[in-house]
């Protein structure tokens, strides 16, 4: 296919869809202005202000459309869903950041996020590390009006109090101050593929005393995908569910793209096969975060992978109606 071609989809006739100029939406996805009549709006979140050490996330949008460019709209994993036929989705490009400050750059991305929501759009949304999902969330459940079910995979809590001597906004805050703010209910929430080196002793047992529950690597490859998937629709229990995918919860090996990788993690197909398994969920919104292209491996591994967990979660929305 041409890199000029768009794909086919099923925009609303008002929307203006003007071309990207060569450059790539996610998945060949027209681009629109607005969100108004999609069911699922694809964002960018282009900020690393969160990163601690290596940053470069704030190019993982583009290296994420980049790459989403080789996939294809029918997904045999969820019946042979053919996605932009049950779903009108477009890309609306990247939300305004102001790199190097972070508290401005929240407000501008949540009120990139809130437009998206306040047409009735489910965003989608392209990280950016993992500080980007505090504003996401924010957007998100103050268009429920009620705290979320978060389903986060992560290598990492992402539920310190706060990093360099005070600031309480990074990529390893976001899930203490949901909680702190009342935008998820730990109580239907889990955190699954923690591993690693840790600060602290209680590097884990903080999401856990917040009311999280929490799965190790190990704990959540003991189970298998159909399994885990059940106990994830229970945990959440229908309420709405907002899912952020750090990519380096899957091992380095299949994703060395990230800003803190850890060995040990599962595979590509393991964490795809727990994705193509997951049922029962009320998907309100959703980011993939923390692919770094600036560390990437030959082919663009990572941001293949990240383009691919994106499209298995359109494909869970989509079979969701």
């Known amino acids: 296919m041409d890199d000029e071609q768009q794909r086919p989809a099923r925009p609303p006739d008002s929307l203006a869809l003007p071309r990207f100029c ?4 996610f998945m060949r996805l027209p681009q629109a202005s607005e969100a108004t009549g999609l069911d699922v709006a694809v964002l960018g979140l282009p900020s690393d202000n969160g990163s601690p050490y290596r940053t ?22 969820r019946g042979n869903v053919d996605v932009f036929s049950a779903l009108h989705v477009a890309d609306l490009g990247d939300a305004a950041v102001v790199p190097g400050y972070m508290p401005p750059t929240l407000l501008q991305m949540e ?12 965003p989608l949304l392209l990280g950016g590390d993992h500080g980007v999902s505090i504003a996401a969330l924010r957007a998100v459940a103050g268009r429920h009006r009620q705290p979320l079910a978060l389903v986060h ?7 310190w109090d706060a990093y ?29 593929g923690l591993r690693g080196s840790l600060f602290s002793p209680d590097d884990v047992e903080q999401s856990r005393r917040l009311g999280y529950e929490v799965l190790s690597t190990d704990e959540m490859l003991a189970e298998t995908p159909p399994t885990l998937a059940d106990r994830i629709a229970r945990r959440t229990g229908g309420a709405p569910v907002y ?4 990519l380096d919860v899957v091992d380095p090996a299949s994703a060395p793209g990230v800003q803190t990788p850890e060995a ?3 595979s590509a197909r393991e964490m ?20 770094n292209p600036l560390f990437d491996g030959p082919g663009a591994v990572t941001a293949l992978l990240g383009a691919t967990v994106a499209a298995e979660i359109l494909a869970l929305k989509a079979v969701s109606r």
């Open 264 to 266: 040990g993690g599962p």
């Open 22 to 25: 060569g450059v790539a939406t």
């Open 111 to 122: 009120a990139a996020v809130r437009r998206v929501t306040d047409a009735g759009a489910c």
């Open 56 to 77: 470069g996330a704030r190019f993982g949008p583009k290296a994420i459309r980049d790459a989403s460019v080789m996939l294809r709209p029918v997904n045999p994993y």
């Open 153 to 159: 995979f992560d290598a990492h809590s992402d539920t």
């Open 164 to 192: 360099f001597g005070g600031e309480r906004h990074s990529a390893g805050t976001p899930f203490r101050r949901a909680v702190e703010e009342s935008l998820v209910d730990p109580q239907r929430s889990l955190q699954l």
């Open 272 to 291: 795809l096969a727990i994705l193509r398994n997951l049922h029962g969920i009320d998907l309100a919104g959703a980011d993939v975060v923390e692919c």
């Open 243 to 246: 899912l952020s995918f750090d």
